[in-house]
């Protein structure tokens, strides 16, 4: 039972960010309904897969959750969608509100069925500016956010994203703290409200936070960037047989740092080493004279040598090498699991630990449609409802056909005229 057990949450969200944020609302305890078109989540069809639509990406942001398909460009679709908003606690969508509007699911009508109901919105812009009615992903999130621009400061030969969807993760855990402020509130006050949490403006705080430099002043005090965090020669040491992540940072590190590798004499012989702010002034050309260091040792006796000296440093890991670190095998990060449908797969742990509400993975990522039957019957449906819903193809359920899909849910959960 997780600190969020008995939270009903109704997810619209598709693709990345929107998941990312209601998978850890599962994986905190709460039901999470995640409310899909009858084709499914785009995201079920990418990467190499077992079965059809149960594809990597998929798997790795929404697990904890329940998979209903619903059409909700039907009015029954949309009326149903309304049923469960009725005793719910959150709603989270990831589209522009413009397209909530036009499916009748707008703040204002959703509040009239449920005014304790959380409305989360996980978009590309603020709707006060003039970019409100824009689309937008991360690619396009990144580069306003001046992240290609930071590639070109630190060395790069042209402009690029970085490579992850950055933007969609960061955003959605923002919006989960949204969230959960928004849940402690409505427990006070009783009356649930709206969170808007826009990619654009997230992310320009996020990058602006270590880059804004002197351009906080009005007027500027200097340029903008963080000298450290753009210095060209910021990147893994190569080393004499690969790569190893080091960072000497403080004055204390540094002299152990410069003991261990036999040059005490450093800091007063150059003065580009001698203080904090001497390094910081000259970043570039010291981590240069760091990657020169490196070269002449193997990755496994840089590690020795600088953990022995209390020193930061890091494999610099593939994605082979990143399953066999030691210390996540330890802590328990990545587990072998029997999902239903797929088989063995590999599943990371969720990293929030909680002493007295443990976060406990009870669901694995759902087939489409693999509780719509499951749902409908604890919304009380009968069977008859639900099997027309079915036939229509206003409502998905995973199975081959109704009669089979519908047997298997009565026997768990009765008819849904007595539920």
């Known amino acids: 039972m997780g600190p969020l057990a008995g939270t009903k949450v109704i997810d619209l969200t598709s693709v990345l960010m929107g998941p990312f944020a209601t998978q850890y609302l599962g994986d905190f305890g709460a039901d999470v309904i995640k409310i899909e078109p009858p084709a499914g989540d785009m995201m079920r069809t990418i990467g190499p897969s077992r079965s059809p639509s149960m594809g990597p990406l998929f798997l790795n942001s929404n697990r904890s959750k329940r998979s209903v398909a619903l059409d909700l460009k039907t009015t029954e679709g949309r009326a149903l969608l309304l049923d469960l908003c009725r005793d719910a606690d959150v709603m989270v969508y990831n589209v522009r509100p413009a397209a909530m509007k036009r499916l009748g699911l707008s703040w204002e009508e959703i509040q009239a069925v449920n005014p304790r109901l959380i409305y989360a919105g996980l978009y590309g812009y603020g709707q006060k500016g003039r970019y409100a009615a824009r689309p937008a992903y991360d690619d396009l999130i990144q580069g306003g956010a001046t992240l290609p621009h930071l590639f070109m400061l630190s060395g790069a030969e042209e402009p690029r994203y970085v490579p992850a969807a950055i933007a969609d993760r960061v955003v959605g855990l923002t919006g989960l703290s949204g969230i959960l402020a928004a849940l402690i509130e409505r427990n006070r006050s009783g009356r649930g409200q709206r969170v808007?949490?826009?990619?654009?403006?997230?992310?320009?705080?996020?990058?602006?936070?270590?880059?804004?430099?002197?351009?906080?002043?009005?007027?500027?005090?200097?340029?903008?960037?963080?000298?450290?965090?753009?210095?060209?020669?910021?990147?893994?040491?190569?080393?004499?047989?690969?790569?190893?992540?080091?960072?000497?940072?403080?004055?204390?590190?540094?002299?152990?740092?410069?003991?261990?590798?036999?040059?005490?004499?450093?800091?007063?012989?150059?003065?580009?080493?001698?203080?904090?702010?001497?390094?910081?002034?000259?970043?570039?050309?010291?981590?240069?004279?760091?990657?020169?260091?490196?070269?002449?040792?193997?990755?496994?006796?840089?590690?020795?040598?600088?953990?022995?000296?209390?020193?930061?440093?890091?494999?610099?890991?593939?994605?082979?090498?990143?399953?066999?670190?030691?210390?996540?095998?330890?802590?328990?990060?990545?587990?072998?699991?029997?999902?239903?449908?797929?088989?063995?797969?590999?599943?990371?742990?969720?990293?929030?630990?909680?002493?007295?509400?443990?976060?406990?993975?009870?669901?694995?990522?759902?087939?489409?449609?693999?509780?719509?039957?499951?749902?409908?019957?604890?919304?009380?449906?009968?069977?008859?409802?639900?099997?027309?819903?079915?036939?229509?193809?206003?409502?998905?359920?995973?199975?081959?056909?109704?009669?089979?899909?519908?047997?298997?849910?009565?026997?768990?959960?009765?008819?849904?005229?007595?539920?």
Request: with cysteine; net charge negative.
């Open 196 to 419: 808007d949490v826009p990619m654009f403006e997230t992310m320009v705080n996020f990058v602006l936070s270590d880059h804004l430099g002197g351009l906080s002043f009005v007027p500027p005090a200097g340029p903008g960037g963080y000298a450290r965090l753009i210095a060209e020669n910021r990147r893994p040491l190569p080393t004499a047989d690969g790569h190893v992540c080091a960072l000497v940072y403080t004055d204390e590190q540094w002299t152990r740092f410069l003991k261990a590798v036999g040059r005490e004499d450093l800091a007063e012989t150059d003065g580009r080493f001698a203080s904090f702010s001497a390094r910081m002034e000259n970043v570039s050309y010291v981590y240069g004279w760091l990657a020169d260091i490196f070269r002449t040792r193997s990755s496994g006796e840089w590690i020795d040598l600088l953990d022995a000296s209390d020193v930061p440093v890091m494999a610099m890991h593939t994605f082979e090498t990143v399953l066999r670190d030691p210390h996540l095998a330890e802590s328990g990060f990545f587990n072998e699991v029997e999902h239903p449908s797929e088989g063995r797969t590999l599943s990371m742990a969720n990293p929030v630990a909680m002493s007295a509400t443990p976060v406990e993975i009870t669901r694995f990522a759902p087939l489409l449609g693999e509780h719509t039957v499951e749902v409908l019957t604890e919304l009380g449906l009968p069977r008859e409802r639900i099997a027309s819903l079915l036939d229509r193809g206003i409502a998905v359920a995973a199975g081959s056909t109704t009669a089979p899909v519908l047997d298997d849910a009565v026997r768990r959960f009765g008819d849904g005229r007595t539920v």
